[in-house]
């Protein structure tokens, strides 16, 4: 990953002092090697691997992948199979909603008889995933599948100590694999959360850790001149505290990558949209996901020329596995001159030409490039923006690891539910 930063900011602000970032990456690596908090040191332990293969190797013959999940649970495994899965004979489906029409929709498309269902919830008690998980065993009942072999269709994800879907597994015999307890759902892409489905996607998921290995070197450096991390944060930082920038998109030219906007939403937001009880005040960094060249059709315009609240991270994929030359006989001069380019000329030069026209408009920009979408740079890229979302939490004053304005969503629904029925 090579960063390129196109930002109006001081470089003698306090927030670039030795001092300072020193001081925060001493809170980050505090942090990362608190026992409580496990998403840095996640792929130093390779039995996650090892038992996700050995799933794998009972199941893998099925035609249907269902993933039962909500937010984290549902959100990594969909974005590292829209970026990386290879051509597969396993169809997916993800029930991540409690939408009965789409419910419907997704169903039809399976025989449940040739289908694995993985039901994903940290807490094992999920009320959006309880029910999906309800509505498949239903469909497995009236396909002919009796509940003394619903093992052989049904795979568990969820906290290896504490969980209604683990007392399942253990009474029921199924098989069940682990979201470690120092974890969050957000967090857990890399663990078998992310690491079974894309097993079925012809993933290679030792890349994937390798990856994520790979740039931890970096990301704790005490070279402030190295540290990516460390000169990302701080500009974010700057730009919220002196121009109130507080608005973050994440824009990867690559629809391949689309997904991994939207898994950057929730880490994101979840994670930073907080009350800071240190600064006694409502705080957070709204991500908005964005994807090119298709959206320089539609959210540029606003990025470009609406109020200037926005940081931007584009993302540049620098050598795609296929490419089109564009001559042609067309007769038109809108066509004419595109002879002698390839597509993937065409969508550089529209990045590049982007990240001038937003310099020129002084919009604020964080460009960063990986060689090859795959397994490797995924790796970096998903530990890089975790990490950055963690030392986030430190420049904001809040915790980046809770998440008390969705837990207080779900009391009062459970509220609501309970009345239907008075």
Request: proline fraction near 3%.
């Amino acid at each position: 990953m090579k960063f390129k930063y196109h930002t109006n900011i001081n470089p003698t602000d306090s927030l670039f002092s030795t001092d300072s970032l020193n001081s925060f990456l001493r809170l980050f690596k505090e942090t990362i090697n608190d026992e409580k908090i496990g998403f840095f040191h996640l792929t130093d332990d390779q039995n996650h691997l090892e038992k996700s293969k050995e799933i794998y190797s009972k199941h893998k013959d099925k035609k249907y992948f269902v993933q039962i999940g909500i937010g984290g649970s549902a959100l990594g495994p969909q974005m590292l199979i829209d970026a990386l899965g290879k051509d597969s004979s396993t169809q997916f489906i993800y029930l991540d909603n409690t939408d009965a029409d789409y419910v419907y929709d997704e169903m039809a498309k399976i025989n449940p008889k040739e289908t694995l269902f993985y039901v994903v919830s940290k807490s094992g008690s999920t009320a959006e995933t309880m029910a999906s998980f309800a509505i498949c065993r239903q469909a497995l009942i009236e396909s002919g599948v009796s509940e003394s072999e619903f093992k052989n269709y049904f795979v568990f994800c969820t906290d290896p100590v504490k969980s209604d879907l683990r007392d399942l597994a253990i009474d029921q015999g199924f098989d069940a694999l682990d979201i470690p307890s120092n974890i969050g759902g957000r967090f857990s892409v890399l663990t078998a959360v992310g690491l079974l489905p894309a097993l079925f996607a012809g993933i290679d998921i030792d890349k994937l850790f390798e990856g994520a290995n790979s740039i931890k070197e970096n990301l704790m450096s005490d070279d402030l001149d190295v540290n990516e991390l460390t000169k990302a944060a701080a500009q974010i930082s700057h730009l919220l505290v002196r121009q109130g920038i507080n608005q973050t998109i994440l824009m990867p030219y690559s629809s391949k990558l689309k997904s991994f906007s939207n898994w950057f939403v929730q880490l994101w937001g979840e994670s930073l949209g907080k009350y800071s009880q240190e600064l006694k005040q409502h705080i957070g960094l709204t991500p908005i996901p964005a994807y090119g060249a298709t959206d320089q059709h539609s959210q540029m315009q606003l990025f470009m020329e609406g109020v200037n609240d926005k940081l931007l991270f584009l993302i540049e994929v620098k050598n795609k596995s296929h490419d089109y030359k564009l001559d042609n006989t067309i007769g038109k001069s809108s066509a004419s001159k595109l002879n002698g380019y390839t597509i993937n000329q065409l969508i550089e030069a529209q990045l590049y030409g982007t990240i001038e026209a937003l310099k020129e408009r002084e919009r604020n920009v964080i460009h960063i490039t990986i060689d090859n979408n795959d397994e490797y740079n995924m790796g970096r890229m998903v530990l890089f923006f975790e990490s950055l979302t963690a030392i986030m939490g430190h420049y904001l004053r809040i915790n980046p690891f809770n998440q008390p304005g969705v837990e207080l969503g779900k009391k009062y629904a459970f509220e609501y539910l309970s009345k239907l029925q008075e």
